[in-house]
């Protein structure tokens, strides 16, 4: 019989694949037909009657076509990690969301992360002003975690810094106005767009206020991987974000960016709007 830890873990794990069963919209009946197993024993395995071993995690992926961010998760919990060195951010998941863990996953893996937002996003957000967005943020779940997670985020900036990941990114006049954060994080802030402006793997660009432009409220990301034929999208709104990987709305999403870009300064016209927000300040 097992210990009432890896008991502990065996249901943890059996709950983190009936999520994401029924986050896929699949019923144990069509689990069960596609695996070749009996319905009770998918059904045993979701509520830790009976032990999933790393044989069973294969199958669950393969049929609910999890990523592998999804399927380390998985193995995590079940203390069946491959030996390979833990992903910098297992020491924070505590504080992070499954989604949040993937979408990570998704940046250090990207070939390309192409962005659109009214604000200025994590990937490009100075620590004052990342501090100011977490602290003052509805969409911090726990306030102790928010140091957790500005520290995440600050990590999750090296895959820009480093040149690893081609990033364009396209912001709205009204992240260069808004001193929310206050005049000092902005300022800090402003001076980390124009930094980050000169690097070569970095394209950024602003679209004025008075440009015709189609209305675009929040944030949308599509990340572009290297050994993968199709994009996955992030978009975050006032009440969470979600991952979208369906293809249809992919296209529908790069489309919205392109014609976005479309309206917007180019990079040294975009730098100098930055300067003249900066020296206003």
Known sequence: MPSSRSGTAQ????????????????????????????????????????????????????VLSLSPADKRRVMRLLGLEDGKAAPWWAGYESALTPEYEDLIF????????????????GLLQAPLYARATLL?????????????????RQRRQHVVTSGQVKLVATLSQSALASAFCGREALRQQ??????????????????????PTAAFLGSVTILELPDAPDAVVHVAYEAGSQLLRDARLVKRYRRDLDYYRATAQDEVASRAMITSRWEEL
């Open 190 to 211: 402003l001076a980390h767009l124009l930094k980050l402006s000169e690097m070569g793997n970095v394209q950024l660009r602003i679209v004025p206020f008075d440009t």
């Open 106 to 121: 998704l940046e250090t893996h990207a070939r390309v992360i192409d962005t659109a937002s009214t604000m200025v996003p």
């Open 11 to 62: 249901r943890q794990a059996g709950e983190e694949i009936r999520r994401l069963r029924i986050a896929r919209q699949m019923t144990l009946t069509s689990v069960a037909e596609r695996v070749g197993w009996d319905k009770s024993k998918v059904s045993r395995l979701e509520t830790g009657r009976m032990i999933i071993d790393g044989h069973h995690v294969d199958a669950f992926a393969n």
């Open 136 to 152: 003052q943020s509805p969409f911090v779940p726990d306030p102790d975690d928010a140091e957790a997670l500005l520290k995440v």
